[in-house]
Every structure is written in structure tokens, then in C-alpha cells.
């Protein structure tokens, strides 16, 4: 028995989807991506910068025992000069990156300002993390960010 065109139409049905519904999804999927993306080259900077925030532990270390040696008085540190009371007069040997610190150091006013800056490339953008220290009552030091020198806070990498 032959079946003419018009029952084979019939017969058929609807198969697959429609361009409205293809369009939609399309849709959807830009819209996502349009959010993801962003999100995740943002949280790829903070991982990469993490380990500008680590190159700064050493540093900090050096600090705090000539803090600590010097039996400071609570408020500024003074005499903590690389060089001198414990604090090593180079900053290269103390911690190697993997490529994304391009300087470190201790400032040599004898203020223990540790200073750690970024490459330029590979996502960073040489951003600078510095922070100052601070003797407590305790006569320990306490850190807090630089905001005069430090550029990392401007994009939250810092914080």
C-alpha cells in the first residue's frame, strides 16, 4: 500500500526543536558566560597573587626577630635596617618564586616596611603588596597594609 505526501507529513509529527527554542538556549548560555568569565579571570589574579602575599612571609619573619631582639617599645619600628639587628642586607636568597615576584625588599629607613612586587604579565599587572609593621604592647608586630605604596588594593588582590 503507497502512502501519498501528504499522510507521510501527518505521520511524521514534530521532530526535533524549533529555532525560537534554539535561540533561547543560545541565549542562556551567552548570558552565562558573559558572568563566568570575568569571575574566573578575576579569582586566577587573586591565586597568582597569592603567591606575592607568600614572598612577603620571609620578610616579614626578618622583621619581627629584630623586633623581638631589639626589645622595641610599642609604636614604630626603628632600627630594623637590612643590614643590621638580624635583618639580612639582601632580600634575593631569602624566598624564590616561581616566576611571578619581580622584587622584594625591606626598606632601608629602618621603618621594617616590607615591599613585594609582581611581574608584569601572566595575568598580573606588577602590583605592589607593602606593608608597614607596628610594635604592640606586647612587643610583637602587627601588619597592616601600605596604602600609600601598595597598588594591589585598588583591584582587591590584597585583602
Known sequence: MMMNLNQMRNRSGQSGFTLIELLIVVAIIGILAAI????YQSYTKKAKFSEIVSA??????????CVIQQALPAGAVSGCTPGSNGVPATTSNI??????VSAKSIAAGGTG???VTAVTGN???GEIYAITPTVSNAGNAT??????TST????????
Not at 563566568?36 to 569571575?39: E, K, R
Not at 612577603?56 to 626577630?65: C, F, H, I
Open 95 to 100: 624566598y624564590t618564586a616561581s616566576g611571578l
Open 152 to 159: 594591589c588594593d585598588e583591584e582587591g588582590l590584597c585583602k
Open 113 to 115: 616596611v616590607v615591599s
Open 36 to 39: 563566568a568569565v570575568p569571575s
Open 123 to 125: 595575568g598580573l599587572n
Open 56 to 65: 612577603a612571609a620571609p620578610l616579614k619573619l626578618a622583621v619581627e626577630e
Open 143 to 148: 601588619w597592616a597594609l601600605d596604602a600609600t
